[in-house]
């Protein structure tokens, strides 16, 4: 607290204390940076202003330990990163070496996988491995509320740390200072960038199933080209679910494209008729008792493994569930 009264002598402002804090600048995290420069030069502003200093010193004092918080952080980040292990059954852990040096290397990388290759889980984590989530947060988005949940939960589990992983979506908030990754909706990026367009709060950047190509999703996609060429430090990884991935690399300056498989055991493939008729509840009843005699079917064929249904909506389920109770009986 600043000392004022008659006899107080104003607290100038040392130059010393003016290239700590500039020295400092250079070795804090990059999402610290914009808002304690910011603080720096209104401190300088006000110093050359009054001949009193006496507030701007203690607002010095308050910034430089800001800094070396900051600068703290950045080290014990580079230091000791959160260890990683990865499932060996997932087919994208194969390719590990191969894309962590990717994102090493690359600003852009466009990373096509399909359905179980497991690149939505691991890829936040090869990010850390690659030295990302130092100097501002990993994010990743996802296209809805209950994928960025669950994605958040599964990423918290393998790194056996809540503390690492936080969920950003509507009305729901988990981020934490500690927080290496930050898994969110696409539309809370876009919120985000309203802002904070420079989108300082993450070093990292992962848009998750770009295939699909909502409005957010293309939005996103336009408004992160632009952003790489201001921010160089940003890295960026798109993934797909398709391999129509040449268009995402052209947008992004023929970025490399890294292809993984997704099956890891073969898959038959099983075709029914669309189901007829105009009436609503009728379709809707058929559609279960067709599911259910169906799932009857398989478990004759054969007992081992499970099996994973499908439907619309939730009266199709449950409505599926009970047809194949009576027949389990």
Do not use: W
């Not at 500690?178 to 990026?189: A, E, H, K, Q």
Request: aromatic share 4%.
């Amino acid at each position: 607290m600043s000392e004022k009264g008659p006899g107080a002598a104003p607290r100038e402002i040392k130059p010393v204390m003016l290239k700590q804090a500039e020295k400092l600048m250079g070795e804090i995290r990059g999402c610290d940076r914009g808002h304690l420069k910011r603080d720096l030069e209104r401190i300088k502003k006000a110093r050359r202003k009054t001949k009193d200093s006496s507030d701007s010193h203690a607002a010095l004092e308050k910034l430089i330990s800001g800094l070396k918080a900051s600068a703290e952080e950045r080290r014990r980040r580079m230091s000791t990163p959160p260890d990683t292990s990865y499932p060996a059954e997932l087919p994208i852990v194969v390719r590990r070496e191969e894309i962590v040096d990717a994102i090493r290397k690359n600003q852009v990388i466009v990373l096509s996988g399909e359905t179980g290759s497991g690149k939505t889980t691991q890829i936040p984590k090869m990010c850390i491995e690659a030295g990302r989530g130092v100097d501002g947060l990993i994010g990743c988005t996802q296209p809805r509320r209950i994928a960025a949940i669950t994605v958040a939960e599964r990423i918290a589990e393998e790194l056996k740390n809540p503390e690492l992983v936080g969920c950003k979506i509507r009305f729901h908030d988990s981020s934490k200072a500690p927080n290496y990754i930050r898994v969110m909706t696409d539309g809370i990026l876009l919120a985000e960038a309203q802002g904070h367009p420079a989108l300082n709060a993450y070093d990292t950047l992962i848009i998750d199933e770009a295939h699909e190509r909502s409005l957010n999703i293309d939005v996103l996609l336009g408004m992160v080209r632009k952003l790489i060429d201001r921010r160089r430090n940003l890295k960026v990884i798109i993934t797909s679910a398709t391999l129509d991935t040449q268009k995402f690399s052209k947008h992004f300056r023929d970025a490399p494209i890294i292809e993984v498989s997704g099956r890891t055991y073969p898959v038959e493939i099983r075709y029914e008729e669309p189901v007829e008729g105009s009436d609503r509840e009728n379709a809707a009843s058929s559609l279960a008792e067709r599911t259910a005699v169906a799932i009857s079917s398989l478990i004759k064929e054969s007992r081992s493994g499970d099996i994973l249904a499908f439907l619309p909506t939730e009266i199709d389920i449950r409505e599926t569930m009970m047809i194949a109770g009576r027949e389990f009986a």
